[in-house]
């Protein structure tokens, strides 16, 4: 039985750094990563997607070339079609979700996995800043939108895994989960 993991957690959280480093030990178990397409310049620091402008994302979205698709942080996010093949032919595929989307993504995979990735607001405020890719005003705006998303409401079944501690420590905890989900 293949399964969608729909990895999600604020901006910050450290989604990218969790996925670059588990990511061969994730493969090797037959774990296929998505990247997702975003309307971020190409030059942009952060994780491996495929950057697209507004123009070129609609025509994505109006050609059905995302599973998923949505919108955060005054970007457009996009998951390429290309996981249903995967998940077809019986690979887990990972997914960098996110939290308001949730709700869409149980509607079209309800057997998906769903995992939250959480930090400490003081080491979350602290890798916002370190990255350097929004100004304050984004960061707070980023931070309130964290805030605004604990709520317990649709977090019903999803896995937290708390990454405010060592990458190496939270990659381990992902693994040990991967490994034990059903088969």
């Given at each position: 039985?293949?399964h ?51 123009h ?58 769903a ?69």
């Amino acid at each position: 039985m293949s399964h969608l993991i729909y990895l999600m957690g604020p901006s910050g959280s450290g989604k990218d750094s969790l996925l670059d480093a588990a990511r061969d030990a994730l493969q090797a178990r037959g774990c296929c990563i998505a990247r997702r397409v975003i309307t971020r310049s190409a030059e942009a620091v952060g994780e491996d997607a495929v950057s697209v402008d507004a123009h070129e994302f609609a025509q994505l979205k109006e050609q059905g070339a995302f599973a998923l698709s949505w919108q955060a942080n005054g970007l457009a996010y996009g998951i390429p079609r290309l996981i249903d093949d995967w998940l077809d032919s019986g690979h887990d595929v990972l997914v960098n979700g996110s939290r308001a989307h949730l709700p869409a993504a149980r509607a079209r995979y309800p057997q998906m996995q769903a995992v939250l990735l959480q930090v400490d607001e003081v080491v979350l405020r602290q890798r916002l800043l370190a990255r350097g890719r929004e100004t304050s005003v984004e960061i707070n705006a980023r931070l309130a939108r964290n805030h605004a998303l604990r709520s317990e409401a649709g977090m019903e079944g999803v896995w937290r895994l708390d990454n405010s501690g060592s990458l190496e420590l939270s990659v381990a905890r992902l693994l040990h989960w991967v490994d034990g989900l059903p088969a």
